[in-house]
């Protein structure tokens, strides 16, 4: 990662001078099943409990720790601090992606942060509260995955992005390796920098599990696609058109919960957001935050991104982020600077680095430049439907026009009468 980093122990907070008004945390899901396999793998579905794509009890688990450690940072082990340490609707806000996998670390996450006690108790001897878990359909959801919504123009800069020198010197480098791993793998499709993961998937999450792999498969393998994905994930969300329509929106739902905290507006949930997604949603916030680069690495299980408020003895609010690498982070998280916005950080600075990021029409942003967007195909539709109603209108007239000079041709001269044809 940077060397800009500062390395910070377990999730401590910042000096006791300063006050905390806002948080809006970003979490990976835990550990699951394949979401890929290959034809020749020995391992089929059958050898995943629940099944391909998702949570495992290991990944519940990782969720439940990252919950105990958001409770650390947030209320010191229950006492009360900045959250309450029994749950409180108005305080608190979870969104999901609608993937069982991240609605299930959703739950096992707020399983961790809240206890009932009190009046909450609606079971002796059940230490759970129910906590609601928002989302939307997949289709639908340009906040925490825009990245696999329908987007043509986010595919044509990826596609683009195929013809960068690096990606092709990449291609070049691993182009035996994946030649070997099509013939090995039985997969019916050319392996690349951009679909390696796909094979990647099924033995990373083997490794997790202490299943063994074919003998065809080697470590030194299993580290080149490690290398390969890391630097998909970097071609993948770079660019600043890419930060745009990738994170846009969710740095904009970020900073304007900032904006209304700091005048006092009403909102959904006063101290905390919670977003459960995924690795590539992580990717996109680091990403377009100018915190992930080509010499990153794709964030783990139960990683969490913090994005910070606080309002400081003068009266001034700065914003602070940090990253939380995962169950595997020996209890640490990352202090990261923002490039252009060094501390202190203030809400002002943070609104100017973000600003060129933020959507104000996703769906005309992802129209190819060549393309009109569905507001362009709405007025011309109303065009089209004006000048038909015209025409209509017109042959109309025109043949009622037409019907009445032909009657008054037909009509009898003065004192004829055509019914007795006498004069």
């Known amino acids: 990662m940077h060397s800009s980093l500062v390395f910070v122990l377990l999730f401590s907070t910042a000096a006791a001078a300063r006050q905390l008004e806002l948080v809006s945390l970003a979490f990976r899901h835990g550990d699951r099943s394949p979401t890929y396999t290959f034809p020749t793998n020995p391992y089929k579905e059958s050898a995943w409990p629940q099944g391909y794509k998702q949570l495992t009890q290991k990944g519940m688990l990782q969720l439940y720790h990252l919950g105990q450690k958001i409770m650390n940072r947030y209320m010191k082990n229950g006492t009360e601090t900045y959250l309450n340490s029994t749950y409180q609707s108005k305080e608190i806000y979870v969104r999901s992606t609608d993937i069982d996998r991240t609605l299930m670390s959703a739950e096992s996450q707020m399983a961790a942060l809240y206890k009932p006690s009190g009046h909450q108790i ?31 123009r986010y595919a044509e800069l990826r596609e683009q992005g195929t013809h960068d020198a690096d990606y092709i010197a990449v291609m070049e480098k691993y182009k035996n390796l994946f030649a070997r791993l099509k013939n090995l793998t039985g997969v019916d499709y050319d392996i690349t920098v951009s679909n390696a993961y796909k094979i990647l998937d099924s033995f990373y999450c083997e490794k997790q599990h202490n299943m063994a792999w074919p003998d065809w498969f080697t470590d030194r393998d299993f580290t080149d696609l490690l290398a390969v994905n890391n630097f998909s994930l970097y071609k993948m969300f770079s660019g600043e058109e890419i930060h745009k329509l990738t994170a846009g929106i969710f740095l904009g739902e ?37 915190l992930f680069g080509n010499d990153s690495v794709q964030p783990p299980y139960a990683s969490a991104v913090m994005i910070e408020l606080y309002l400081e003895d003068n009266g001034s609010n700065t914003v602070e982020v940090y990253y939380h690498m995962g169950p595997d982070a020996a209890n640490r998280t990352q202090r990261m600077i923002l490039p252009g916005c060094s501390p202190p950080c203030t809400l002002d600075k943070f609104r100017e680095f973000a600003s060129p990021l933020l959507v104000n029409d996703f769906q005309k942003e992802c129209q190819l430049p060549d393309q009109p967007d569905s507001h362009s195909y709405w007025i011309v539709g109303i065009g089209l439907g004006a000048v038909i109603i015209c025409l209509v209108v017109i042959v109309a007239l025109i043949v009622l026009v037409t019907r009445y000079r032909r009657r008054q041709r037909r009509r009898p001269r003065d004192g004829f009468n055509p019914i007795d044809g006498v004069v």
């Open 254 to 290: 970020v900073l304007g919960h900032m904006e209304m905290k700091r005048n006092g507006t009403e909102m959904i949930a006063s101290k905390i957001f919670m977003y459960s997604a995924h690795d590539l949603t992580l990717v996109a916030i680091l990403s377009a935050l100018g």
């Open 122 to 152: 609606f079971l002796p001897g059940l230490e759970w509260q129910p906590t609601p878990i928002h989302t939307v359909p997949v289709t639908q959801d340009n906040l925490l995955r825009a990245y696999a919504v329908d987007c043509p």
